[in-house]
């Protein structure tokens, strides 16, 4: 009796839905999905089709092996589904229009679904366009009245191939967020300041894999903005001549690119937090070598080049800052001196084994007021010029910055990844000379208990520690240990 109840309470609750809610609950799902709920009741038939969130992913974007045929036939079934719903849409407005599509979608289609949405005042446009034949990307998008947030690029790691943007007239005046990513941009360096100087309120800006090889220099100024993201494609050495940030907003900074050969203008009056992912660049010189016989050898030569001294010097009043492993190359190979960072509260190192930690006692020393460390990684390249920062390779009357840091917490992230050994030595380097520390944080990466176990016991043989406040917690996703240092142990 009580489930034949439920069965008809369920249906009269299906039904009795206000139609508010039901486009709600629907706007979480895309459209093909949303689509299948129409089989739950008459009522509920053709309502996917008004939700204020319309979602298409092509399916054979995911699958590239796939034949030929099936190819096509997807591809087929695909734009009849949008024009299906879009025709049953009607003048029905669009809050967020999100189309993702791969080679075989007709350009023709996409360009007619992107103007429709415009027409219906669509105010976040979210496209990934994948084209093998330059697909020219609708220029009427960079006139719409509407638009809140725009992002035409690359999704879920997926580079595009051909998206080519022609930049003309330019007025985007409700327009906060913009992401580019992985977009050819024609005439690069006009286009792009074209594009900026029409939001006139961009809050957030996203350029993500742009390729500026033959650009002569990138400026970024807009008064207006608070989150800055800027990525480069990795594969790229040679570094941009000139390099403009004038964001007196900005709030939030992340830079990875080959260090620029100069940065002519900063302005991070308001910034809080950075992530530097700088690689050193380099410029190929001919050379040659003479043999005995007097006949020159030409051969190509890379040369370090790029400064990154400006770029630290107008990033110094940041609380919060993570630096990428290559950055610490570049502080080591391209930066004349290291700033004093007297707001920096949080510090994060990303460690590889390609890299040394050189750089880091300068700038440990350099940062007065440092009370949190985080390290991705302990292990580095070993060099004799770390400072008393490690053990790999300590030299005679070394720089100290360990034994006047003022640190009072520090974690240790991916713990145990390739050599415990090497990395408790590390561990228990810092303990002997910390004398501030008040909390240590290892976060080991295993799943197995023992280990923990292991490394609990074997920090609690350390012969002295520098702090007798210190509390170690070693930490996996199953178990919590908490490390007692004896106080006896203090020195």
Avoid at 18 to 32: D, M, Q, R, V
Avoid at 63 to 89: K, W
Avoid at 421 to 431: D, N, V
């Amino acid at each position: 009796m009580y489930s034949k109840k439920l069965n008809i309470g369920s249906k009269d609750i299906i039904n009795s839905l206000p139609e508010a809610l039901i486009y709600h609950i629907l706007s979480f799902l895309s459209t093909k999905e949303a689509a299948l709920t129409s089989l739950l009741s008459r009522k509920w038939r053709y309502l996917f089709a008004f939700v204020p969130n319309l979602d298409f992913d092509d399916p054979v974007r995911m699958q590239p092996d796939m034949a030929n045929q099936e190819e096509t036939e997807i591809h087929t079934s695909f734009m009849d589904f949008v024009d299906r719903v879009l025709a049953l849409r009607g003048n029905f407005p669009v809050s967020k229009f999100s189309l993702k599509c791969g080679n075989g979608v007709e350009d023709v289609g996409a360009t007619r679904w992107i103007l429709n949405m415009l027409e219906l005042g669509v105010s976040d446009l979210d496209l990934c366009i994948a084209s093998d034949r330059n697909y020219l990307f609708p220029s009427k998008v960079f006139v719409s009245k509407s638009l809140v947030r725009l992002r035409i690029g690359a999704r879920n790691g997926l580079a595009i191939e051909g998206l080519i943007m022609k930049v003309g007239d330019v007025s985007l005046p409700k327009l906060k967020t913009l992401c580019l990513d992985s977009v050819v941009l024609d005439y690069q360096i006009i286009c792009l300041a074209k594009l900026l100087s029409g939001c006139h309120v961009l809050e957030e800006l996203a350029l993500v894999n742009l390729s500026w090889n033959f650009w002569e220099s990138c400026s970024v100024s807009i008064p207006t903005l608070k989150r800055l993201t800027c990525c480069i494609e990795e594969d790229w050495i040679n570094p941009l001549p000139s390099v403009t940030f004038d964001n007196p907003a900005l709030v939030y900074f992340e830079y990875s690119d080959t260090v620029a050969l100069k940065y002519e203008k900063l302005n991070f009056d308001s910034l809080v937090e950075a992530r530097l992912g700088l690689r050193v660049g380099y410029e190929e010189t001919e050379n040659a070598i003479e043999f005995p016989d007097g006949i020159p050898f030409p051969f190509i030569e890379y040369v370090t080049v790029g400064d990154a001294t400006d770029l630290l010097m107008g990033l110094r009043n940041v609380q919060v800052l993570y630096l990428y492993a290559s950055t610490l190359e570049v502080l080591t190979f391209c930066c004349k001196a290291i700033p004093i960072f007297n707001n920096l509260t949080h510090l994060t190192i990303e460690s590889n084994t390609k890299v040394g930690w050189e750089s880091l006692p300068n700038l440990l020393k350099n940062c007065p007021n440092l009370k949190t460390l985080v390290f991705q990684g302990l292990l580095h390249k070993a060099t004799d010029r770390c400072g008393d920062v490690c053990p790999c390779k300590p030299p005679e009357n070394i720089p100290t910055c360990l034994s006047s840091s003022p640190v009072k917490v520090l974690k240790i992230l991916k713990f145990g990844e390739i050599n415990d050994k090497t990395e408790l030595e590390q561990i228990k380097h810092f303990l002997e000379l910390m004398p501030h520390l008040e909390q240590l944080n290892i976060y080991y990466d295993t799943s197995v208990d023992d280990n923990l176990v292991k490394v609990s016991k074997q920090l609690q043989e350390i012969p002295g520690v520098a702090s007798a406040k210190c509390k170690v917690q070693v930490i996996s996703d199953n178990l919590t240990l908490s490390v007692t240092l004896p106080s006896s142990l203090s020195i």
